[in-house]
């Protein structure tokens, strides 16, 4: 079996909502229908029309093909299956890729909705972990706002009646995102995204969501789109307050700068501000990701180099030796992986001199 060894780039999903847009800049071109050259090929585009609107671009999806290395036209799915902790590390243990990241563009309001932990969804929605999520917003219009957490006072009973009477807005804390925002997500928070976003999201591998108000529209074939609130009310925490503006933390880098945006045990997400080469090699216990949002540049090894450019995702698996980010514009890249909280994020912030409070606001069990 060939060895993983090197950086992979992966090729984005595209997914049509109805409240997504034509325009995916400054990140994609729109993608537009084309003659298949394979069955793998037509089911990854011949979906997508010039009347649809996109509204999430996944980067590692199950179905996101490889475009380098042992692995190239391979799924990142057949990859997980086949590599196994080759690919993934040895930290994790099953054979499905860890971390779901994807962009999401917005042109009117997603639904409110919420998502379970995973014991919930063990018992109810079998074969799917539960789901906990962060955002990173890239673009927010003067309008954009989302809806998170559950105002004070707020119980069940007064979120059900909500609901059934079209006024759930009010009962649900209302904000202005901002550029460069972190926001945290965890199982039974009541959210919503509204128009003006642009934002990366990373979260459990799973799209298990339980809509709870989709204020009365229809989907993609024109039918209501099922709402579950039996489920939703199930998980929702009316305790959770808002973690959204999370603290910036960030230093100088030998190559730039480094941020470190949020951690939990499922997900962690840096930002780096690339100015000079970056400097790293694999990490045995897990792969880590870089989604590129600025900049170009050049991925480079001892074997060779790859140009990298917005929009472009790559993966460091373990046996990865030593790499180099050489950019050719300043760039500014997330890097996303299965952390050791401790290890990762609160020795590191905790000897550059960070106080106790502000790790915590970062930092989640």
């Known amino acids: 079996m060939p060895k993983l060894d090197g950086p992979l780039q992966l090729s984005p999903?595209?997914?049509p909502k109805i409240w997504g847009r034509h325009d995916l800049k400054p990140l994609f071109a729109r993608p537009e229908p084309r003659a298949a050259r394979s069955s793998r090929t037509l089911r990854a585009t011949s979906t997508i029309g010039k009347r649809d609107l996109i509204g999430e671009v996944w980067v590692t999806a199950d179905h996101s093909r490889f475009i380098n290395g042992p692995v190239a036209d391979l799924s990142l799915s057949e990859a997980s299956q086949i590599f196994g902790p080759e690919l993934n590390g040895s930290g994790w243990t099953a054979r499905r890729f860890p971390i779901l990241a994807k962009y999401i563009y917005t042109s009117d309001w997603l639904s409110v909705q919420v998502h379970p932990d995973d014991d919930y969804a063990r018992v109810n929605d079998p074969g799917s972990p539960g789901k906990g999520e962060m955002w990173y917003i890239l673009h927010a219009s003067d309008e954009a706002e989302i809806l998170l957490g559950l105002k004070p006072g707020v119980s069940k009973e007064k979120l059900r009646a909500g609901f059934e009477a079209?006024?759930?807005?009010d009962l649900i804390h209302q904000f202005r995102p901002r550029?460069?925002?972190?926001?945290?997500i965890p199982p039974g928070t009541v959210h919503a995204l509204g128009p003006g976003l642009i934002l990366f999201e990373a979260e459990q591998n799973s799209d298990l969501t339980y809509r709870l108000d989709d204020f009365g529209r229809v989907g993609l074939d024109g039918k209501p789109r099922p709402l579950h609130l039996k489920k939703g009310l199930d998980v929702t925490r009316v305790e959770l307050p808002a973690h959204r503006d999370l603290?910036?933390?960030e230093f100088r880098e030998p190559f730039g700068s480094r941020r470190y945006v949020v951690a939990c045990r499922h997900f962690a997400v840096e930002e780096w501000t690339v100015q000079k080469t970056a400097h790293g090699s694999g990490v045995p216990e897990r792969v880590e990701a870089f989604a590129i949002l600025e900049g170009?540049?050049?991925m480079e090894t001892g074997a060779g180099w790859f140009g990298y450019r917005p929009g472009a995702t790559w993966l460091i698996p373990p046996a990865t030796g030593r790499y180099r980010i050489a950019p050719l514009k300043k760039t500014r890249a997330l890097k996303f992986y299965i952390p050791d909280v401790e290890k990762d994020f609160i020795r590191p912030l905790t000897k550059r001199g960070v106080e106790r409070a502000p790790i915590e606001k970062i930092c989640f069990d």
Do not use: M, Q, W
Not at 166 to 169: A, K, P
Not at 179 to 184: D, G, K, W
């Open 296 to 298: 170009e540049g050049r």
């Open 166 to 169: 079209g006024t759930s807005r």
């Open 179 to 184: 550029a460069r925002e972190a926001i945290y």
């Open 13 to 15: 999903v595209f997914k």
């Open 247 to 249: 603290p910036r933390l």
